[in-house]
């Protein structure tokens, strides 16, 4: 089984993440880029890729690399690609472009272009045309140009891995399955610890949690790309399906999801229900502010609302600085990670986070901020630790 090189893409500053998933998987001459990570293996590596990865959004196979001076360059550059290796007139494709620099400023009219090459050339040869499908294509091409280099890749994936396909319905700016499975990456939750998401929506993060602490592929819901290639295996990815299955867990940390909102409980719950991980979530309509005190040590992951209106901000400042309060004073020993693209609310939860990771929810800064939740010193904190039980 011949290799090849490949790239996951991901987000931006997810990158860690992935090179140690990419690790474990087993992928060869891993190189961390910028919101990316190029990485060799053979067609199983591939399906793991996909099946496997919780922080990748795409995973390419280039197939070509070149350079371009103006769109007739481009044009004719793709001609030269023999596509019948690829296509045919009875399947149908799709072309995904990006675009960095000067020289090419338009990334639909480059996806245009290069589908026009395509379908010159099948015209040209056949004196037909294979058709297009934005949707589900047979076949999904990557066209990125930085500068004038240009590098053309076979899409596996297809739909975002940020769609693991669970999510039927969802509340309002919901967050990216990937997004919320880097959080509980980055958050460092040792699998053990009790795990509360407070203001859930729609079950992102405790289903994400849940995927992970019960080791259950994010692939497991939905199809890819590769499936519709010609030299597709059927055979070897129903095994890797089969071995994934097999190293499922039937037993985990407890995990809870809150949130006032009625809806909000019941798109959780269908979410959970079809990721398969309804049985090990605990799902409950609840104010956070109205929580007791919690009598253990937690791991506390959520992302409030933002306020994007500017006449949210006093109503944002006063919410950040009740979650704050209630933190200290319900949550004595448990950590606390809070994603906001709302930077100064954040000041108002009035503690100091120890850690703050800068990240994107779609096109909005955030920071991601750790708060350790402790009475008294930091010195006494680490001291009661020592304690016996």
């Known amino acids: 089984m011949g290799y090849f090189d490949m790239i996951a893409k991901t987000l931006f500053g997810f990158e860690d993440l992935l090179v140690e998933e990419?690790?474990?998987?087993g992928a060869k001459d891993i190189v961390k880029l910028n919101r990316a990570v190029a990485f060799s293996g053979n067609k199983r590596t591939m399906y793991l890729a996909n099946y496997h990865l919780r922080t990748a959004i795409k995973i390419l196979k280039p197939i070509d690399q070149f350079k371009v001076r103006n769109e007739n360059d481009l044009y004719r550059k793709i001609q030269e690609i023999d596509w019948e290796d690829y296509l045919n007139n009875d399947?149908?494709?799709?072309?995904?472009?990006?675009?960095?620099?000067?020289?090419?400023?338009?990334?639909?009219?480059?996806a245009l272009k290069a589908k026009d090459a395509i379908v010159d050339q099948f015209r040209e040869n056949t004196g037909e045309r294979p058709s297009i499908d934005t949707e589900e294509p047979d076949?999904?091409?990557?066209?990125?140009?930085?500068?004038?280099?240009?590098?053309?890749?076979?899409?596996?994936?297809?739909?975002?891995?940020?769609?693991?396909?669970?999510?039927?319905?969802?509340?309002?700016?919901?967050?990216?399955?990937?997004?919320?499975?880097?959080?509980?990456?980055?958050?460092?939750?040792?699998?053990?610890?009790?795990?509360?998401?407070?203001?859930?929506?729609?079950?992102?993060?405790?289903?994400e949690a849940a995927l992970i602490a019960y080791n259950i592929a994010p692939g497991k819901f939905r199809h890819f790309t590769f499936q519709y290639w010609d030299d597709?295996?059927?055979e070897l990815y129903e095994k890797i399906k089969k071995e994934a299955t097999e190293k499922e867990k039937i037993s985990g940390p407890k995990i809870y999801c809150w949130d006032k909102d009625k809806k909000a409980n019941e798109i959780t719950h269908e979410n959970a229900v079809r990721a398969g991980v309804r049985d090990y979530i605990e799902i409950k309509r609840q104010d956070f502010l109205d929580s007791q005190?919690?009598?253990?040590?937690?791991?506390?992951?959520?992302?409030?609302?933002?306020?994007?209106?500017?006449?949210?901000?006093e109503d944002m400042n006063e919410l950040y600085g009740e979650l704050g309060t209630h933190l200290k004073h319900k949550y004595n020993g448990s950590d606390a990670w809070i994603l906001s693209a709302n930077m100064r609310a954040l000041k108002f939860v009035g503690l100091r986070p120890s850690r703050k990771i800068k990240l994107f929810n779609g096109p909005l800064e955030c920071r991601?901020?750790?708060?350790?939740?402790?009475?008294?010193?930091?010195?006494?904190?680490?001291?009661?630790?020592?304690?016996?039980?």
């Open 368 to 389: 991601f901020a750790k708060f350790e939740l402790y009475k008294g010193s930091k010195k006494g904190k680490h001291m009661d630790k020592n304690k016996p039980s």
């Open 293 to 313: 005190e919690y009598d253990s040590p937690a791991h506390i992951v959520f992302n409030p609302p933002y306020g994007e209106r500017l006449e949210e901000d």
């Open 139 to 207: 076949l999904r091409l990557s066209i990125h140009i930085a500068d004038n280099l240009c590098t053309l890749s076979l899409d596996s994936t297809g739909h975002s891995m940020g769609k693991r396909g669970y999510k039927r319905k969802q509340v309002f700016a919901p967050l990216s399955e990937v997004l919320a499975a880097g959080l509980v990456k980055l958050s460092a939750w040792d699998l053990k610890t009790d795990f509360i998401d407070p203001m859930c929506g729609s079950g992102t993060i405790p289903i």
């Open 22 to 25: 990419l690790k474990e998987l």
């Open 232 to 234: 597709f295996d059927d």
């Open 91 to 110: 399947k149908t494709f799709a072309i995904d472009a990006t675009t960095h620099g000067d020289l090419f400023t338009h990334s639909k009219y480059v």
